[in-house]
């Protein structure tokens, strides 16, 4: 039985978007099974981390992520629709959230399913990879489709979403266990792994416990 790797992630992470290369490449290059564990993005679950006075937080990001894609060779671009509504001169968050619940309960339905890393690397494809409209023209249906998901069967699931809400809370408590706050984090035998640019610190970690394939 393969040994389990929570992946702790986010719908409006860029670097979550550029972890998922690495994040597949880890099931085929070791004997693990990744976990998709979706959180809430740090903006909903603490709105003072990127407060006007911690405005360096964000101006930093957006000149990282940037680079960091255009090094992957990623195609890159900030989503339209952001998918969560915040006043970016401000930073304060809308009280109304059309889209991140519904794509972060969908990440748990999808998970549920066995198809969970395979959703969150369609759909940040899709946001992050320069998608106009991504909400719009069947795109999440097409992105769904793709990773072996029928997403209008994925809505009817969540449309009680006590369940899927209780889940993201217990990803969000499990996250916090583990020893960190932000996405994307690998967790493995309680060990923290954040960031896209610490998957090979990872990968040493399951060499050294002998888990590599072949």
């Known amino acids: 039985m393969s040994t389990l790797v929570d992946l702790f992630w986010s719908f409006r992470s860029p670097y979550s978007y550029l972890a998922m290369p690495g994040a597949c ?36 990001i957006r000149i990282d992520w940037l680079r960091r894609a ?34 972060t ?44 998901l029928d997403l209008a069967a994925m809505d009817a699931a969540i449309a009680e979403p006590a369940g899927h809400d209780a889940a993201i809370d217990a990803n969000q408590q499990a996250l916090a266990a583990v020893g960190h706050w932000g ?3 690998f967790g493995f035998e309680g060990e923290p792994f954040f960031g896209e640019d ?6 040493w970690r399951l060499r050294q416990r002998g888990l590599q394939r072949g």
């Open 105 to 148: 309960r969908l990440g748990v339905e999808a998970e549920r399913r066995g198809q969970g890393i395979e959703f969150a690397r369609e759909v940040s494809h899709l946001l992050f990879g320069g998608t106009r409209d991504w909400h719009l023209s069947g795109h999440l249906a097409g992105a769904a489709q793709r990773a072996g």
């Open 198 to 203: 610490r998957i090979d610190t990872l990968r």
């Open 25 to 60: 490449k880890l099931e085929q290059d070791f004997d693990v099974e990744l976990r998709l564990r979706p959180v809430l993005p740090l903006a909903v679950r603490d709105p003072v981390f990127f407060s006007p006075d911690n405005l360096k937080r964000a101006k930093y």
């Open 70 to 103: 255009e090094m992957l060779g990623m195609p890159h671009a900030w989503p339209s629709p952001d998918p969560i509504v915040q006043d970016m001169q401000t930073f304060k968050i809308a009280a109304e959230q059309p889209y991140i619940h519904r794509l």
């Open 183 to 185: 996405v994307p984090t």
